[in-house]
């Protein structure tokens, strides 16, 4: 039996509602209007050029994804994936193309263009255009929780203030997302169960590989709209095998250099001398992890008879049109996330909860920051920047705030851009996934930077 209107509306309808009516209300009463409207051009400024400045990049990551595809490397790599994604996404075929991207996420920033394209990719299997699959959902739970493996910004911001030990972090923000991560897992896979959160249509019967015709049959169709899979590639000739194998012994031979570069003679940074071992192996794997890609992926198409030259700029057309579907959803969300913040919305939750998370000796300080953090990635940075000067960027509670800097996301702007993406506006149980992942991590931050550092 289906359910009535008012539970079939998205939760993202609700929250954007309550962001911008609460937003006026707020402003009036605290005389701040003036502030609420800065807000919301501000935000609506910020959104177009964030995703300005998302297209090169996004043109470049699809024109290496195209590369790994048409070599075949994407289906290789997608069949050793296969026993974990098929417990994660049942609904996505083993082999489909957004099981590949699903798994680059954590690269700096190749995150958001590989999550784009992925996303996308599940939108081939959508039979509901507009509506959240449950992959999707599954998808976005985990990116907004996924793994960090090197808070980066977080640890400039230590260093650049002074701290003796900014890298002390690494360690409490990878425990505090793999919490937010598994939360976030259970979390989406028990949602998706209720009642409140299934599609509002009933499911087409799909016996074929026919689509709905809003939706592209693949994001991967060359001009002429002949399917990649129908033009295997070539197997690699000896001097290829040759030229990847001497591509990953350098790698190997950076990556030693850079744990252990006493071994080759060199004298070890004061700094990096200070890191274990397991710091500076985590250090040097973040460093070498794009590179890497950007050589590893074109030589093997190179291999395997692929023009590269031509197919990388095919792939890299596809990042102009992503970008154009974006901005109306991004620059939606971000000017109700001004127009609250310019209220003094933020500042008017933390006197609230204050007296509730005191007894439980949540750190007062560090309340505006985790309540900023699922909305507004710039305002966490500030927050956090303002939080370590303040104190001192070795006191206890600069770090647990760099911690939770560094392990969670900004949920909404994530939904806004990957769902915007692809036209999707019921959002399902997504949002509230990615919000008790948030959750989770700034506990968990709390918890553990107190075990470890206090």
């Known amino acids: 039996m289906w359910k009535t209107a008012a539970t079939r509306k998205a939760v993202l309808n609700y929250i954007w509602l309550a962001l911008v009516l609460l937003a006026v209300a707020i402003g009036g009463w605290n005389d701040r209007l003036k502030d609420v409207t800065a807000g919301a051009f501000d935000g609506a400024k910020t959104a177009v050029m964030i995703a300005l400045g998302l297209i090169g990049i996004m043109a470049l990551w699809l024109g290496v994804m195209r590369l790994a595809e048409r070599a075949g490397l994407v289906q290789?790599?997608?069949?050793?994936?296969?026993?974990?994604?098929?417990?994660?996404?049942?609904?996505?075929?083993?082999?489909?193309?957004?099981?590949?991207?699903?798994?680059?996420?954590?690269?700096?920033?190749?995150?958001?263009?590989?999550?784009?394209?992925?996303?996308?990719d599940l939108e081939t299997l959508n039979p509901r255009p507009g509506v959240a699959t449950n992959a999707m959902c599954t998808f976005l739970a985990i990116n907004t929780s996924s793994v960090q493996l090197i808070p980066a910004t977080a640890i400039a911001i230590l260093a650049a203030s002074g701290s003796t030990r900014p890298t002390a972090i690494v360690g409490t923000a990878l425990l505090a997302t793999l919490c937010a991560a598994s939360v976030a897992i259970i979390s989406v896979k028990l949602l998706e169960k209720l009642s409140i959160f299934q599609p509002s249509r009933p499911t087409p019967v799909i016996t074929d590989d026919s689509r709905h015709p809003s939706v592209p049959q693949s994001t991967t169709e060359l001009p002429e709209e002949t399917p990649v899979a129908e033009l295997p590639p070539h197997r690699a000739s000896i001097y290829g095998s040759i030229a990847l194998g001497i591509l990953t012994v350098l790698f190997l031979v950076l990556f030693v250099r850079m744990v252990a570069p006493n071994l080759f003679g060199f004298t070890m940074a004061p700094d990096t001398a200070a890191q274990n071992i397991f710091v500076r192996s985590v250090n040097a794997l973040s460093i070498l992890a794009i590179p890497f890609l950007l050589s590893f992926f074109p030589l093997y198409a190179a291999t395997r008879g692929v023009k590269v030259y031509e197919e990388f700029v095919e792939g890299a057309k596809e990042g102009f049109g992503v970008i154009l579907k974006i901005i109306p959803f991004l620059v939606t969300m971000l000017v109700a996330i001004g127009m609250f913040k310019?209220?003094?919305?933020?500042?008017?939750?933390?006197?609230?909860?204050?007296?509730?998370?005191?007894?439980?000796?949540?750190?007062?300080d560090l309340l505006p920051l985790a309540l900023m953090r699922p909305l507004s990635g710039s305002a966490t940075l500030a927050l956090l920047t303002d939080i370590v000067h303040r104190l001192g960027p070795d006191n206890i509670v600069s770090l647990t705030a760099a911690t939770i800097y560094g392990s969670t996301e900004t949920t909404f702007y994530v939904a806004a851009v990957y769902f915007g993406a692809v036209g999707i506006k019921q959002t399902r149980h997504a949002i509230p996934a990615g919000l008790l992942a948030d959750l989770t991590g700034v506990i968990a931050s709390v918890v553990i930077c107190r075990a470890v550092l206090g």
Do not use: E
């Not at 310019?342 to 007062?364: H, K, N, T, V, Y």
């Open 76 to 120: 290789r790599i997608a069949r050793g994936l296969r026993p974990i994604m098929r417990r994660l996404f049942p609904d996505v075929p083993p082999d489909h193309p957004a099981i590949m991207s699903a798994n680059m996420l954590g690269l700096g920033n190749a995150a958001s263009p590989l999550g784009l394209r992925a996303m996308r």
């Open 342 to 364: 310019g209220a003094g919305g933020i500042d008017l939750l933390s006197r609230m909860l204050s007296p509730i998370l005191s007894p439980l000796q949540f750190p007062p």
